[in-house]
């Protein structure tokens, strides 16, 4: 297709990059390019989103709070001056692979910028905010899929498509082999013995449990009131709530074997969240929904094999010194470079396990961990230092409070997801796909109060 024609699509079907995103994300995925889909389809939203501009069809606004995101590029930025300086406490490592790591992070962090602007510029005759919901909704029942199908086959793996268009230098990238070979589990020995712990459509359990907590509230945001379409024009309501119900109850299963510990605290503080704003607002078909979920999931805790699942992952913390140790290295870096951070990660000199320099095979995981990967704070810490990492929060921070009394359902969400990724921050790695999504929710909730905005001014004679 020549590139012109690209373009022309794109102005006569605006929305299908996020739609291509999000309705074909366990292709992308199948394809070793989930990681990879944002950049790509990042392009010929610019490319419009310049169209757009350029020949004054639209006026571009930006979302509240906006000129803290830019700060924050700005730094990370900078950043790349420091990508070859020594962190305190860290291994000194090739420059080389710090720079590609910088560029890919830098490059998902334009991309999600380039998403939240296109999502929030177009109308909703172009993509409607119930529709926008069901689709993120819609990736979350893609994750209850994956969890599901990793749990029966945990040892399905298989190389993508585009694995073997690459050198054998570049497969044996750990990077590269969690995107290029797609595989439905983790198998780890956490509990005692080897157990598989799904991941698909995503390349971590980590990464699952933060998407599928954050996506799960989107089935009730864009589900609840009825599936857009065709597809949802052939089934009752009723029977589209069951389903919704269903999905969410059935959700249960694969998180609590996934041992994800801060996902199962997530769900739990999404819950309380969504029965109280539900609760103020009145929805009390949505509360007594919520009500059903609730007991679903106590039911599967206590009648199957669930509970002891959970007893014993509270007993196993074998992770908890590590994490402690990494955490505590992030926040001295920190301090070495307090503005602009050190660009990339770095790894840790020894563990506490041992003061080896490197691992072993008696001791795998002894040094050399990578500082910042225990959490997005402290990646934004050794990145980013203490100024980035405060652009950062205040603008997600700023946007919950911003809407926090937002009518719709996609404000109530979006509160929510942006409030979870307040709490993941500590544990999980935000970079990518959560980064992404929490970008969208954003994104959604700035796009339903345009239209309510437009709709007011357009009703006022």
């Known amino acids: 297709m020549p590139p012109g024609s690209v373009t022309s699509f794109t102005a006569r079907h605006p929305a299908w990059p996020?739609?291509?995103?999000?309705?074909?994300?366990?292709?992308?995925?199948?394809?070793?390019?989930?990681?990879?889909?944002?950049?790509?389809?990042?392009?010929?939203?610019?490319?419009?989103?310049?169209?757009?501009?350029?020949?004054?069809?639209?006026?571009?606004a930006v979302p509240p709070g906006f000129g803290w995101w830019l700060l924050f590029l700005i730094v990370a930025g900078v950043g790349i001056a420091a990508i070859g300086v020594t962190a305190p406490g860290t291994v000194t490592s090739p420059v080389s692979h710090r720079v590609l790591s910088y560029l890919n992070r830098s490059s998902d962090y334009l991309a999600v910028t380039v998403f939240l602007l296109y999502a929030g510029n177009l109308t909703e005759q172009e993509l409607s905010k119930r529709r926008f919901a069901w689709?993120?909704?819609?990736?979350?029942?893609?994750?209850?899929?994956?969890?599901?199908?990793?749990?029966?086959?945990?040892h399905l793996h298989f190389n993508s498509p585009l694995m073997y268009l690459l050198p054998h230098s570049v497969r044996a990238n750990p990077y590269i082999q969690a995107s290029m070979q797609p595989g439905l589990a983790q198998v780890q020995n956490v509990l005692g013995s080897a157990g598989g712990?799904?991941?698909?459509?995503?390349?971590?359990?980590?990464?699952?449990?933060?998407?599928?907590?954050?996506?799960?509230?989107y089935l009730f945001a864009g589900w609840w009131d009825g599936w857009p379409g065709r597809f949802g024009a052939r089934l009752s309501l009723r029977r589209q709530r069951l389903a919704l119900l269903a999905t969410a109850g059935i959700a249960t299963i694969p998180l609590l074997y996934s041992l994800n510990r801060g996902a199962w605290i997530g769900a739990?503080?999404?819950?309380?969240?969504?029965?109280?704003?539900?609760?103020?607002?009145?929805?009390?078909?949505?509360?007594?929904?919520?009500?059903?979920?609730v007991t679903i999931g106590a039911l599967l805790v206590v009648v199957t094999p669930l509970g002891s699942v959970f007893a014993s992952r509270l007993q196993h913390g074998r992770s908890n010194n590590l994490r402690?140790?990494?955490?505590?290295?992030?926040?001295?870096?920190?301090?070495?470079?307090p503005l602009i951070g050190f660009g990339d990660t770095r790894q840790e000199r020894g563990s506490p396990n041992s003061i080896a320099i490197g691992p072993s095979l008696k001791c795998p995981t002894c040094g050399q961990l990578e500082v910042g990967s225990t959490g997005q704070l402290w990646l934004?810490?050794?990145?980013?230092?203490?100024?980035?990492?405060?652009?950062y929060l205040i603008f997600f921070g700023y946007g919950a409070w911003y809407y926090r009394h937002?009518?719709?359902?996609?404000?109530?969400?979006?509160v929510l997801v942006i409030g979870l990724s307040f709490v993941y921050m500590f544990t999980y790695d935000a970079a990518g796909a959560p980064l992404g999504f929490t970008m969208l929710a954003y994104g959604l909730m700035w796009k339903g109060s345009r239209s309510r905005r437009e709709l007011t001014v357009t009703a006022t004679p």
């Open 324 to 337: 402690a140790n990494l955490s505590s290295l992030a926040v001295t870096d920190a301090l070495d470079s």
């Open 135 to 154: 689709m993120l909704g819609l990736v979350g029942a893609y994750a209850v899929a994956g969890g599901l199908a990793g749990l029966v086959m945990p």
């Open 18 to 60: 996020l739609t291509a995103l999000l309705v074909g994300y366990p292709v992308w995925w199948a394809l070793g390019l989930a990681d990879f889909s944002w950049i790509i389809l990042a392009v010929p939203m610019v490319a419009q989103l310049l169209a757009w501009h350029l020949s004054g069809q639209r006026r571009l």
């Open 197 to 217: 712990r799904p991941k698909a459509p995503f390349d971590y359990t980590n990464t699952w449990g933060d998407c599928l907590t954050i996506l799960l509230p």
């Open 268 to 293: 739990a503080l999404s819950v309380g969240y969504l029965a109280v704003r539900f609760a103020l607002k009145g929805r009390t078909a949505l509360l007594a929904g919520l009500a059903t979920l």
């Open 380 to 391: 934004l810490l050794v990145c980013d230092g203490f100024l980035g990492t405060a652009f």
């Open 406 to 414: 937002g009518q719709g359902k996609e404000a109530v969400a979006g």
